[in-house]
């Protein structure tokens, strides 16, 4: 039985290696074929978890829709992920509390169900051990401090369920921190949103500034005494959104020692793609509403909704095509200012309407490829995979064992 | 330093030996018990972390339960109580549940020279053999998971290793005893609730409940089930306490009944003479609320005191400590030396006279040796019956994850 395994493996590996030289055939595509497949290649923002909840949806096998899954995940090559906890900003309180459990269950569940191939990570050691094991580690990210109930207690109670990061606000405003795209009304953060900065700190939780307005980051940028990252976000300077980072904000972020963990959601990445869409739908947080009526709370059908929609207006010429080496341009973009040592990936995969050409995480490998043809060195992709977002997690631990030892 | 405080322990620890000593504690006893694994079951100390201004650390001169009052009295493991009342429920009720999941474990971190964080059998020997004393984490009352196998997941993720049923009022799926019965017993979910904690290695909690309930998770369980602090109903017949014959069953199926040490529920004349007055129940829950407000861990050890105001005045009966053995002894006679052991009410309860604190556990040691309990029936009682169910229950969760 596992022998019968191994060869099947084998046949699979020669299968794609066989593809990969008859699709390209030359020395760059082999070349980045195997530093894809040697390297941890980390993502750091993919909303399946809204998926575990839909009785058609089995991670462990092969989807006809979405983003991920593991066939998909061990075909590119994408071994380490942070499933993301998320409901509607506007959800607060206690329901939003629980509506968190329930998703940072189903998590640890589907990790447990599937251990053969997930192994569940909490440090940056686990992620390489699991790594080294042949195992897609598995993180837990919260996507807006909403979900904490205004309440420094619930934070810790995540972080010791396994959360590594939390964006410190979705689309709305939560009771601490300005978001991106709502009417400031903290100008950045609070007192006590710097507290859970603070908290977050000494928790080793990895401050997600991905959404919050400049105000909050640069609040965020101040308090922490930790590295930050964007765990979805792209560069501002290529496609302005509020959203995105400006370079002043990517050049700020990298002096501290974070990443910007480059989004692929089109409207971020490609501008023409934004003013059509602001101008067909206003926008994605109120194309996001509009279908709100649709699925209700169903996150799946919103997202499932909001491609379709988008795919539908495309094929009709209201949308333009966007190809996916945009992405690439975003990397470079962001390498180019603040250094290989401060950029990475964040898909936003089954979360956002993806470019042509990244229709799902089996295609990773292009990225590596065409950062190679770029004329990226070997270390500096490695970095950008996975590296660079390991390094944050490490010094993220270092200052919480340092905070702690000091009370 | 480190050394400067285990000299000074020591020390403490010889003066308190000799003071017990004149307390009437033989040698032999106090032997026993110090060489003993202690475990209490049922902790309400949890509400005063959350109330502020109590240092678990510092020995209190209110409540039951401190360091070095555990220390003094050989407590080796304790459960620490998640607990609200029961008309709070839903997304509310777990969000205060978390907070006191925080509470106990920033508690235990806060204090980590003397308390580890435990949730297995091999977790509490291994902090016993460094001098920690072993926490642990009970749920009690199911209306805390809001109809959420997700939330009773989350739970068992944080370290909680029972969940009561329910508490006073019913849950939305199980009877309580002292509530107009709804479900008769346990509903379909409720039945899942049970498959899911034996699934997850947390104990089954019976205290609280209905007969029915009972009844029903008896033949639900794979595993033995417990009650984290009952009494025995045929000394003092409060619906709260079990029955013979429940106690029996519980037994039966591998289980222990934990003792209550709370008057109302060990004492029948206690009981009587609380029914015949209900207005210094409501007298004593008004000057509660005026001395504490909403802040519970305060209500609690103030609704102890103010209680012994009464029985000062000669309104409420004295009751003797040694009315703890007898539940002890009944239990034994009724289910076997295997199937009790000891679960305060800390802290939560109004104290007999003479177990006024954690240091005053020693005399039940001494008195059941007294009544010819041999040493090794008594360290069952102590905790041995407590971690056996435990090992039992970690058992067939391992062999219910493995089937799937």
Not at chain 2, 238 to 265: C, E, T, W
Not at chain 2, 346 to 351: S, V
Request: charged share 25%; glycine share 8%; net charge negative.
């Amino acid at each position: 039985m596992g022998h019968l395994r191994a060869s099947l493996f084998a046949c699979v590996v020669m299968a794609g290696f066989l593809l990969s030289q008859v699709a390209t055939g030359d020395d760059i595509a082999d070349r980045a074929h195997k530093l894809h497949f040697s390297s941890i290649v980390l993502d750091t923002h993919d909303d399946t978890t809204q998926r575990f909840f839909s009785k058609s949806f089995d991670i462990g096998k092969r989807n006809p829709d979405g983003h991920i899954d593991i066939p998909r995940m061990r075909e590119g090559g994408m071994n380490a992920i942070f499933f993301s906890i998320w409901i509607d900003g506007r959800t607060m309180g206690p329901p939003a509390v629980q509506k968190a459990l329930d998703q940072i269950d189903a998590v640890h569940e589907n990790v447990n169900k599937y251990s053969k191939d997930f192994a569940f990570c909490r440090t940056a050691e686990e992620v390489r051990r699991a790594h080294a094991q042949g195992k897609i580690a598995a993180l837990i990210g919260v996507e807006g401090g909403h979900m904490i109930g205004n309440d420094i207690r619930v934070l810790r109670m995540f972080g010791d369920l396994g959360v590594r990061y939390m964006t410190l606000s979705h689309f709305y405003n939560d009771e601490w921190a300005d978001s991106s795209t709502d009417k400031p009304v903290h100008n950045g953060l609070t007192d006590f949103g710097k507290d859970i900065v603070r908290e977050m700190n000494r928790q080793g939780i990895m401050v997600d500034i991905s959404h919050v307005s400049d105000k909050t980051f640069y609040d965020a940028l101040e308090v922490s005494k930790a590295p930050l990252i964007a765990s979805h976000s792209s560069c501002r300077a290529l496609c302005n959104h509020p959203r995105d980072m400006s370079d002043d904000m990517i050049k700020a972020l990298a002096a501290k020692g974070g990443v910007i963990q480059i989004n692929y959601e089109k409207s971020f990445i490609d501008q023409a793609y934004k003013d059509a869409s602001d101008k067909f739908s206003g926008g994605v947080v109120a194309m996001m509403d509009t279908l709100k009526k649709e699925c209700g709370d169903n996150e799946e059908c919103l997202n499932k909704k909001m491609t379709e929609m988008a795919d539908k207006a495309t094929a009709e010429g209201k949308l333009p095509h966007v190809s996916w080496e945009r992405i690439i341009e975003h990397i470079d973009h962001a390498a180019k200012l603040a250094g290989a040592d401060h950029v990475g990936l964040g898909s936003d995969f089954d979360g956002a309407n993806m470019p042509e050409g990244m229709d799902d995480c089996t295609h990773l490998p292009q990225i590596t490829e065409a950062l190679m043809r770029k004329g990226y060195s070997d270390d500096d992709i490695r970095k950008i995979l996975g590296g660079n977002l390991l390094r944050v997690m490490e010094q993220t631990e270092r200052v919480s064992r340092e905070m702690r030892a000091a009370q | 330093m480190a050394r400067l405080r285990v000299g000074a322990c020591l020390l403490a620890g010889m003066i308190l030996a000799g003071a017990m000593a004149a307390d009437g504690i033989s040698e032999r006893a106090n032997r026993l018990h110090f060489s003993s694994l202690v475990i209490d079951t049922h902790d309400d100390t949890t509400q005063r972390f959350l109330d502020g201004g109590f240092d678990l650390g510092a020995r209190n001169p209110l409540g039951s339960i401190d360091i070095p009052r555990m220390r003094e009295g050989g407590l080796g493991a304790i459960f620490f109580s998640i607990w609200m009342p029961s008309k709070i429920t839903g997304p509310e009720a777990v969000k205060r549940a978390l907070d006191q999941f925080d509470a106990v474990r920033e508690e235990v971190r806060k204090h980590s020279n003397d308390l580890a964080l435990v949730t297995t059998v091999e977790g509490i020997q291994e902090a016993h053999k460094h001098g920690k004393i072993a926490a642990l984490i009970g749920v009690e009352g199911g209306h805390m998971i809001a109809s959420d196998l997700s939330v009773l997941r989350v739970y068992a993720a944080l370290g909680a290793r029972y969940m009561t049923l329910t508490h006073s009022g019913n849950a939305e799926w199980a009877d309580s005893s002292t509530a107009i019965p709804e479900h008769n017993g346990l509903t379909g979910f409720g039945k899942d609730v049970i498959r899911e904690m034996n699934r997850l290695g947390v104990i089954v909690d019976i205290s609280h409940v209905s007969d029915k309930t009972f009844a029903d998770v008896l033949a639900i369980s794979k595993a033995p089930v417990f009650a984290s602090h009952s009494d025995c109903r045929a000394i003092c017949d409060a619906p709260r306490n079990m029955s013979d014959d429940m106690i029996r069953a519980l037994g039966a199926k591998g289980g222990v009944i934990q003792i209550n040490y709370h008057v109302g529920f060990l004492s029948q004349e206690f009981r009587n003479a609380e029914k015949a007055h209900p207005e210094w129940n409501k007298a004593i829950a008004l000057e509660v609320q005026r001395r504490c407000g909403e802040r519970e861990g305060c209500q609690l050890i103030e609704g102890d005191r103010i209680t012994r105001e009464y029985v000062m005045r000669g309104d409420l009966p004295r009751v003797a400590w040694t009315k703890i053995i007898d539940h002890i002894d009944r239990a034994v006679k009724i289910a076997g030396i295997d199937h009790v052991g000891l679960g305060s009410d800390f802290d939560g309860a109004n104290m007999p006279f003479g177990m006024e604190d954690a240091s005053k556990l020693p005399k039940i040691t001494q008195a059941l040796l007294e009544k010819g309990y041999s040493e090794g029936d008594v360290k069952k009682i102590l905790g041995e019956n407590t971690l056996r169910v435990m090992a039992q229950v970690e058992r067939v969760s391992h062999e219910l994850n493995a089937a799937k």
